[in-house]
């Protein structure tokens, strides 16, 4: 729509009423900082992702937000990175080796995307919530939670564009199963929690995960959260901490096996940090992996997790004005689409279409982009929290594998790969890689 109708356009929709697009970076930071308080979720958005996530941190504003944002807020503190954080990342990373040997003695390919969303869902209820998920120690078989889990997220995608997802899902098979998946979904959750609770009370555990920290909260008016509301948590967390660094990991290593120029200069720093003798990044090591991290920025550049986002106008007493003097009424939603923008010359530069890792070490903002450019992570006061941890953990885990290993896509799939049906950028078909050692010298 973009190419036919220009950078800036509208457009209205049932239930949801007029959509200004706006690709401008003005216009996000207006959007996402400078008018903060009055841009938001919106009702729309709630109530398609409620069944799912409930009243979590991705579906609402104000106090609720707030809130939880200060209790996850203390698992990302800098003393956890060393401790908690990074000993689930190795921990996890060291899982994904043992495969990948498995896979290169016996020469069969691997689903990588698989692979990557084994090990983040891992690494993320190791950390979070203490609970071993069992994904990677399985590697054959998938849970039915995550199937669920899944099921859900891609039966909800299709909601944005039916406004009469009420009633097509009342009667299909498509709703019934859906209702399915959420059931098991809440009942899986729920054990989880109780089972929780019961360690808690009977080992007088210190606040050392994120579930632990939900159970003991208690707002401002002296509330804690219910087993409803604990669920609600688990669920936005398990959405963020799973799918968006496993997808990026996807599409970062589609992109390094199709560019050898990339690939070079990644073994080049990853061999001069690593050896054969400490094979394994230390937490002070993955500072230095200044290449592999702007690799993973330059993967979420042409690969936005989240490639369309937006605000609806909800202070609904006020109207406003855009910095590109477009009006917005009380009530409509202003979106952006980082998938174009990530490709925007105006933007990026001439290159703007290539991968090119290196834009992130040789610009004046280097590692530090700016972030309404560069919105993967989210910007202004919701900013992703896990950010250091996603980049972390996804350039522990990349510097690790191609230390041992070398990866070749099977031939005959497509490429670039198509987009599946998602609330992030999911890859529609497996990531078949053949997996080999690399030649010890």
């Known amino acids: 729509m973009i190419n036919k109708y220009g950078p800036l356009f509208a457009f209205t929709m049932p239930r949801r009423g007029r959509v200004i697009v706006s690709n401008d970076p003005q216009t996000i930071e207006h959007i996402l900082k400078t008018e903060f308080d009055n841009y938001g979720k919106s009702e729309t958005f709630h109530e398609l992702m409620y069944e799912l996530l409930g009243n979590g941190i991705f579906t609402v504003n104000g106090h609720k937000w707030k809130f939880q944002r200060r209790i996850i807020s203390q698992l990302f503190q800098g003393k956890n990175f060393r401790n908690l954080i990074y000993e689930s990342i190795i921990k996890e990373s060291k899982a994904v080796l043992n495969i990948l040997k498995k896979h290169a003695?016996?020469?069969?390919?691997?689903?990588?995307?698989?692979?990557?969303?084994?090990?983040?869902?891992?690494?993320?209820?190791?950390?979070?919530f203490g609970v071993?998920?069992?994904?990677?120690?399985?590697?054959?078989?998938?849970?039915?939670?995550?199937?669920?889990?899944?099921?859900?997220?891609?039966?909800i995608t299709k909601r944005f564009k039916n406004p009469l997802w009420r009633i097509t899902e009342k009667f299909s098979e498509r709703g019934r199963q859906l209702r399915k998946a959420c059931n098991y979904i809440d009942n899986y959750v729920n054990n989880m929690i109780n089972n929780h609770k019961s360690d808690l009370e009977v080992e007088k555990k210190n606040a050392t995960n994120l579930l632990t920290l939900f159970i003991n909260a208690v707002d401002?008016?002296?509330?804690?959260?219910?087993?409803?509301?604990?669920?609600?948590?688990?669920?936005?967390?398990?959405?963020?901490?799973?799918?968006?660094?496993?997808?990026?990991?996807?599409?970062?290593?589609?992109?390094?096996?199709?560019?050898?120029?990339?690939?070079?200069?990644?073994?080049?720093?990853?061999?001069?940090?690593?050896?054969a003798e400490m094979p394994i990044p230390s937490y002070d090591d993955s500072k230095l992996l200044k290449y592999t991290t702007a690799t993973f920025y330059e993967t979420l550049r042409l690969y936005p997790i989240?490639?369309?986002?937006?605000?609806?106008?909800?202070?609904?007493?006020?109207?406003?004005?855009?910095?590109?003097?477009?009006?917005?009424?009380?009530?409509?939603?202003?979106?952006?689409?980082?998938?174009?923008?990530?490709?925007?010359?105006?933007?990026?530069?001439?290159d703007a279409k290539q991968f090119n890792p290196k834009r992130f070490l040789n610009s004046e903002d280097g590692l530090r982009p700016n972030q309404f450019k560069f919105a993967s992570f989210h910007a202004g006061p919701r900013t992703c929290l896990g950010q250091q941890f996603a980049t972390l953990e996804a350039t522990i885990l990349v510097a690790m594998m191609f230390k041992e290993f070398k990866f070749k896509l099977v031939p005959g799939q497509k490429s670039p790969p198509e987009f599946g049906e998602a609330i992030t950028l999911l890859m529609k078909d497996p990531l078949m890689t053949e997996v080999s050692y690399r030649t010890k010298i």
């Open 306 to 350: 989240v490639p369309v986002n937006g605000k609806a106008r909800i202070n609904l007493t006020i109207d406003n004005i855009l910095p590109n003097n477009t009006p917005i009424f009380a009530g409509e939603y202003v979106e952006y689409n980082l998938l174009v923008m990530g490709k925007d010359e105006k933007i990026w530069g001439e």
């Open 132 to 155: 071993d998920f069992g994904c990677l120690s399985n590697p054959e078989k998938k849970s039915q939670f995550v199937t669920s889990f899944d099921y859900a997220q891609s039966t």
């Open 105 to 128: 003695d016996n020469g069969k390919p691997i689903d990588l995307q698989d692979l990557f969303h084994r090990f983040t869902m891992d690494t993320f209820g190791d950390m979070s």
């Open 220 to 275: 401002d008016d002296g509330k804690k959260f219910d087993d409803k509301e604990l669920r609600n948590v688990v669920l936005n967390l398990i959405l963020a901490g799973r799918d968006t660094t496993a997808q990026t990991l996807s599409w970062m290593m589609y992109l390094i096996m199709t560019n050898q120029s990339v690939e070079d200069s990644l073994l080049q720093e990853i061999d001069s940090i690593l050896s």
